[in-house]
């Protein structure tokens, strides 16, 4: 059995905005999009074939390609599945598929079979995907051997809807800037009166009880530091994103192995309300929830302890069966189709806070 962290996040921004508005929107249904998508992804033939874009398309020769492994629909529940492959290259110790193998093909490779197979592999890692149109909320599931980026599947989404949708009709054009020509995609306005250009605006957050149950405020104004442990090579401190806010501070030794040591950093904070809430938002994508030791809090003013921040994020856990198809599969990697399985008799449970907490919701593009 592995067990994969779910995190929810809801859409703020979804729809096609005109120049500088933020409330004037024409809203793009989750459904709809994920529609699309899965309508476009029938044809696919191959990994390769589902990226949204080629070398050809100006300004997008340096951008982490991202492709589209599975997409699957449970009518049931109008819940769908994704799982994006992200490539990282060629380095030794990671995944791959095949460039050229079918979709329905789960093979993956390891570095020493791509050599013996002199097969053209596309190197990455899987992020997993739970969307439920009916809820107006979609999650990441994240396992020790994938990833969960939510800026990296709303990049997605955004490509998909430049380049590939016919959701709306659009206007694709190649622009001289700074650094060189670039690709720009605007659409047209629903409304046959109005010419205005129009511009698709994809935008998350992490659902946190901190939105709905708590005063954000409050909490920033009370917080006097900042504590973080982490999980560190023994030789080698990896400085993350964030961490340059501890780059002067010491660290305390903890328990230590020959490959790694783990380490708490206190340092002293005044945060605003929109640092706090840009900690919030950022900390699934720091942290796996799946290491009891990896965590960031606070402390505050007149109050004894550690405040960790996994306790007003909306997580919950998903297990996953080990067999697949008759055999062990070791490899960490799942389909749709086991992720649905295991999501059956866990959905309910999974989406309570959210039918408890509904009429306190943000609406989207609000």
Not at 260 to 278: C, F, H, S, Y
Not at 359 to 366: I, L, R, S
Request: net charge negative; charged share 30%; hydrophobic share 35%.
């Amino acid at each position: 059995m592995s067990t994969g962290v779910v995190s929810f996040f809801k859409f703020t921004k979804l729809g096609f905005y005109r120049y500088r508005e933020h409330d004037n929107c024409e809203p793009l249904e989750m459904r709809e999009m994920l529609e699309s998508l899965h309508e476009w992804f029938q044809d696919r033939i191959s990994l390769e074939d589902t990226l949204l874009w080629d070398d050809e398309t100006e300004g997008y020769s340096h951008r982490k390609k991202v492709y589209l492994k599975a997409i699957e629909h449970n009518p049931d529940t109008g819940d769908y599945i994704l799982v994006l492959w992200r490539a990282i290259g060629q380095g030794n110790g990671v995944y791959g598929i095949r460039a050229d193998s079918r979709l329905d093909d789960n093979r993956l490779y390891n570095a020493d079979e791509a050599v013996e197979d002199n097969a053209r592999v596309i190197w990455g890692e899987a992020s997993y995907y739970w969307f439920c149109p009916r809820q107006n909320l979609f999650s990441s599931i994240r396992f020790h051997n994938s990833i969960a980026d939510s800026a990296m599947v709303n990049t997605y989404f955004k490509d998909f809807i430049w380049f590939q949708s016919n959701v709306k009709q659009k206007v694709r054009e190649v622009k001289e800037g700074a650094q060189g020509s670039y690709t720009l995609v605007t659409f047209k306005s629903d409304d046959d009166t109005n010419n205005d250009k129009l511009w698709f605006r994809c935008e998350s957050k992490q659902y946190t009880k901190i939105t709905t149950q708590a005063d954000l405020g409050q909490i920033a104004r009370d917080i006097t530091h900042f504590v973080q442990r982490d999980v560190i090579a023994a030789r080698t401190i990896q400085e993350q994103d964030w961490t340059r806010f501890f780059r002067s501070s010491p660290y305390v030794s903890g328990e230590v192995t020959k490959e790694t040591r783990k380490i708490e950093i206190n340092i002293e904070a005044k945060p605003t309300v929109e640092e706090l809430r840009q900690v919030f938002e950022r900390y699934n994508e720091e942290y796996s929830g799946v290491d009891e030791w990896r965590n960031l809090g606070f402390k505050k003013e007149g109050v004894g302890g550690i405040c960790w921040l996994n306790k007003f994020v909306v997580k919950n856990t998903l297990v996953v069966s080990d067999l697949a198809e008759g055999g062990i599969d070791d490899t960490g990697h799942y389909t749709p189709r086991r992720l649905f399985a295991a999501l059956e008799l866990n959905r309910d449970s999974l989406l309570a806070p959210f039918a408890l907490d509904e009429h306190e919701e943000d609406v989207v593009n609000g």
